[in-house]
Structure formats: structure tokens, C-alpha cells
């Protein structure tokens, strides 16, 4: 009798296991399944981008012989989509979607003395890498407010392992090199899911669960913009954003 | 009744709440400060207490620094380098890595040395419970210390004897992470990236002078140096060189810097005797 009664309890125990792992697994699986697309444009002519001048440093004229530099604060394609724009979830994250921290880390390159890329997005304590290309010494300097992040300074000389690091809270971040002035770029530090555009202006912010929410997409030179998107199971929610030319 | 005693104790709550979000958004305040007067400094066997240096704080620092430690005192327009913003916590001197906050004996050791080329003096008048206590208040200015506690100083092994090699190496050094970048070949602060240098607030710096005679602002002595290329100099251009130089390179790096100095020294004797050049900024790496 006594036995019967173990082996139901241990019964149930299992089922409950089961039941748990199977909920717990549809929650993965939905929020692994949304997303939300769209594309950015520029209303208007793109700036121009001034060319860089890269006399002081040899080695940087030297690899941009071919194709000088240029400031990168305004990319716009040919069918005016705007590149490096961070597209983030402001409102309406809860739970797992807005604490878990993915576990591929971002590389920032210091490639021809310039940022690869010139924007690079991350979660909150997500990790991410500062690697050099270089056979020019660079410092990777980032500049937060101390009041939010802690900055540090460190130098990238040819050959220099990576510089791994995390940051605490969310916050746009800009950095620099100090050796050439003209290196200048952001970490942009978000909270929960995001996407960058690409040369085109396209995004996709993947692992977004069904939900209404409110994206916003942050540019540079243009600042924010924001949009109500509603995720709905199996469909994927989509805002456009257009920044007017300046 | 009822009904008004819960609608005044309502209506106060909600006071309550809204001012207590206002502090808390509010630039740092004087209730701030009060808040954290409790702050401590312990240097060897010494406590300093923040709220013994109140009157000395406002007798000698608070021209430059300010009354909220903020570095916008009423000398601040006719002071360069600009006096220090404590609120933020970023301190050149510190023997812990970049992006840490630097130990009590540091900022004691700030306090006592000053800032050559700047208006900070030597305090070295004040006796050493003074300093303690005048660190304690340095600290209850910034919230970092309510949440961050101070980095592990970096080691620094015993210096070893000074040899042609030694410098040599230390020439090496200087060649490979590009030192001249920014001080120059010769250590005369004109390198390629000197004159464009700014710092953490965009204010224009110059690169230290080797060969003026001058007092690092972080000290002089060997270990002063070492310390120097291996934290960085947080808040400026000057990096941390932790992860690019051994400790063992480090060393022969404090050599060879002494022989560009104008001061007499048994390295600037032996460079003379090796007709050591300075290093050429157009070989390619690694090899000078």
C-alpha cells in the first residue's frame, strides 16, 4: 500500500516535470519565433561626408590610398536607406525577453584606422570585443558617463590581444581614439532585443514574443524616433522609420 | 472625517513619492552630501572621518573644487588643467586598472604630492589624520563609492639592476606600442598625435615632456612610472598598457625613459656610451 502510494507521488512529480518543461519550452520557442522588420530611409539629400585627412599617420594614408576615408555620421544607399541605425524595443518588454542577455559576443574592429563598424549595438552586460587589424598602435577610449557606465582607456599596438568588456546600463557610448582624432565611434548599450540596418536600411529585431510594444530607432546625427508595433504569434510586427535630411 | 484624514494622507504620499523621485533625478544636492558625511578613508592604521575635514575642505580646496566637489569652485575659469570633478570619480593617479576606482592610499598620496605644472600644491602641510580625513571627503562626493568598491592595485615586482640591455629593450618598448606617437621620438611631447590630443571633457592636453625636467604629475620615482604606463591615466588620452607590456618590459621601459631626460643618471650615462638614437617612427614593426 505504502509503495503505491511513493510510486504515485513519484508519478505525478514526473508529470509535473514534463508539464513544466513543455510550458517553459512553447515560452522559448515564442519568443525565439517574433520579430519585428522594417527598413529606415533619409527623406532628402544624405549630407556630404567630408574626406578624412590621414597625413600624419603613414600607415593609414597609406591603406586608404586607393579609397580615402570619410566621416561616417550619415550613410545613405542609393535608394536612400540609412545605415547604422539602432532599432531597440523601449516599451513593453517583460520577463525573459528583457533579462536574458544573448551569449554571441559583437567584435569592434580597428581596421585602415576606422571603426568596423562605426556603430556596434549590445544588450546590457552583454560581452563584446575590441580587436585590431592594424599594424598602427590605436587606444580604444570610450567615453560614458560616469555616472552610468564606467569608461576605461586601453592601448591596441599592432598585435594587441582583444580587449574584452561588458557595460552595466543602457546608454549610447561614444569612443574614440585619442592617437587619430578622427577615429570616432558608438557602442550603443540597450536594454532587451535589437537589430541594426544594414547598407540598405533593412532591419529584423529577432526573439521578440507576441506583445504590443514601442520600438525606437536611434541615428547619430538625427537623434530618435519612435512607433507602436504589435507583435501577434506567427506574425511578424513591422515599422518604417523616415529621418528628414538636415 | 475619515474620508479627509485619507485623502490628506493620500495626497501627501504622493508628495512624498514625487520628492523623492526629484532627489533622486536631481543633479547631486546638498542632501546628497549630508547623506553620506559618514564616509571613511583608512590609510595604514588611520581613519579618516569626512566630516573632520569639512572646515579645512572649505578653507583650502573649496576655491577650485567647489562646495559640491563638482571642480567648478569660483577659480575654475582662471585654472588649467581644470580643477578635478569628484562627483564623477575618475582620477588620474590610481594604482588600480583603467575604469576602476583608485584605493584611499592613492588619493592620500595625490593630496601629499600635488600636481606639478598645475595649480594643486603639495599639502604636505597638513598633518596625516588631516589628509585622511580631507581623502574621506574627496570620496562622499561621488556616488561610485556607495556602489563600486576600489580595483586591485597592479602588482609591481622588485626593480631590477639597470643594464645596456635593459635599455636597449626598453628602446624596443618604446619603438613597438608607439610611445612617440603621441610623446615623440626624442620624448619632446611633439609626436604626430600630440597637437590634437583632448581629454575625457574635450578639453585640449599636451602629452608629457620628457626632456623638459619636469615632475610626472603621478610622481617621479621608478615605481611611479611603471605604475604610470601600466593603469593609464583615466580622464586623458594616456592609455593603460596592462595587456601590451610585461611587467618585465615595463621596466626596461622606465629605463630607456630615463635617458631622455635632461637629469644626470646612470641610464642617461650608459645611453650616452652606446650612442643610443632615438627610435625610427617609419621602420616597420619590429624592427628598429
Redesign the interface.
Known amino acids: 500500500m505504502r509503495n503505491r502510494y511513493n510510486l504515485a507521488a513519484v508519478l505525478s512529480a514526473v508529470i509535473l516535470v514534463c508539464c513544466g518543461a513543455l510550458i517553459l519550452g512553447q515560452k522559448v520557442n515564442a519568443a525565439g519565433e517574433g520579430k519585428i522588420t522594417g527598413t529606415v530611409k533619409l527623406d532628402g539629400t544624405a549630407p556630404h561626408m567630408k574626406g578624412i585627412d590621414m597625413s600624419?599617420?603613414?600607415y593609414c594614408s597609406k591603406a586608404h590610398a586607393s579609397d580615402p576615408g570619410h566621416l561616417e555620421t550619415v550613410l545613405a544607399g542609393q535608394n536612400g536607406g540609412l545605415e547604422n541605425v539602432v532599432l531597440y524595443i523601449s516599451e513593453g518588454l517583460s520577463g525573459g525577453a528583457l533579462t536574458e542577455v544573448p551569449t554571441e559576443v559583437p567584435v569592434f574592429n580597428q581596421k585602415n584606422c576606422m571603426y568596423m563598424p562605426h556603430v556596434l549595438a549590445m544588450d546590457v552586460n552583454q560581452k563584446f570585443k575590441v580587436v585590431t587589424s592594424d599594424?598602427?598602435?590605436h587606444?580604444?577610449?570610450p567615453?560614458p558617463n560616469?555616472?552610468i557606465n564606467?569608461?576605461?582607456?586601453?592601448?591596441?599596438?599592432?598585435?594587441?590581444?582583444a580587449?574584452e568588456k561588458s557595460w552595466k546600463a543602457a546608454e549610447v557610448i561614444p569612443v574614440q581614439c585619442?592617437?587619430?582624432?578622427w577615429m570616432h565611434g558608438w557602442f550603443v548599450v540597450v536594454k532587451g532585443p535589437y537589430a541594426t540596418t544594414d547598407a540598405n536600411g533593412s532591419y529584423t529585431i529577432n526573439n521578440v514574443p507576441p506583445g504590443n510594444y514601442t520600438v525606437t530607432a536611434w541615428q547619430e546625427t538625427y537623434g530618435t524616433q519612435m512607433q507602436k508595433v504589435t507583435v501577434a504569434a506567427g506574425k511578424p510586427g513591422t515599422a518604417d522609420f523616415t529621418f528628414k535630411a538636415k | 472625517m475619515q474620508t479627509t484624514v485619507r485623502k490628506w494622507s493620500l495626497l501627501l504620499g504622493a508628495a512624498a513619492v514625487l520628492a523623492v523621485s526629484q532627489v533622486a533625478w536631481a543633479q547631486l544636492t546638498k542632501y546628497d552630501l549630508e547623506s553620506r558625511m559618514g564616509t571613511e578613508s583608512h590609510i595604514g592604521n588611520i581613519t579618516g572621518h569626512a566630516k573632520d575635514a569639512k572646515a579645512d575642505y572649505r578653507r583650502y580646496c573649496v576655491v577650485c573644487h567647489g562646495e559640491l566637489g563638482d571642480g567648478n569652485g569660483e577659480s575654475f575659469p582662471w585654472v588649467d588643467p581644470k580643477p578635478r570633478d569628484f562627483q564623477l570619480g575618475v582620477f588620474k593617479c590610481r594604482s588600480t586598472p583603467t575604469g576602476t576606482l583608485p584605493v584611499d592610499q592613492d588619493l592620500f598620496d595625490t593630496i601629499a604630492r600635488g600636481l606639478d605644472r598645475s595649480n594643486m600644491p603639495q599639502w604636505s602641510t597638513f598633518t596625516k589624520q588631516e589628509r585622511a580625513d580631507l581623502v574621506a571627503w574627496v570620496k562622499h562626493f561621488s556616488p561610485r563609492w556607495v556602489s563600486e568598491k576600489p580595483g586591485t592595485p597592479i602588482q609591481i615586482p622588485p626593480e631590477p639592476e639597470i643594464t645596456a640591455e635593459r635599455i636597449k629593450a626598453g628602446r624596443d618598448v618604446f619603438a613597438k606600442v608607439q610611445c612617440w606617437k603621441c610623446h615623440g621620438v626624442q620624448g619632446m611631447a611633439n609626436g604626430p598625435s600630440a597637437a590634437t590630443l583632448t581629454d575625457d571633457l574635450g578639453r585640449p592636453i599636451a602629452p608629457f615632456n620628457f626632456t623638459e625636467g619636469a615632475r610626472p604629475k603621478c610622481g617621479s620615482t621608478d615605481q611611479d612610472l611603471f605604475r604610470i604606463f601600466m593603469t593609464g591615466l583615466d580622464g586623458t588620452p594616456m592609455p593603460s598598457f596592462a595587456d601590451n607590456i610585461k611587467p618585465e618590459e615595463a621596466w626596461d621601459l622606465v629605463f630607456y625613459l630615463r635617458t631622455l631626460e635632461p637629469q644626470k643618471s646612470k641610464e642617461k650615462a650608459i645611453a650616452k656610451q652606446l650612442a643610443l638614437k632615438p627610435v625610427d617612427p617609419n621602420a616597420p614593426a619590429g624592427q628598429q
Not at chain 1, 150 to 161: E, L, R, T, Y
Open positions: 600624419k599617420d603613414p599594424q598602427t598602435a587606444n580604444i577610449h567615453l560616469p555616472m564606467v569608461g576605461w582607456n586601453q592601448s591596441q599596438p599592432p598585435g594587441a590581444p580587449v585619442n592617437i587619430h582624432p
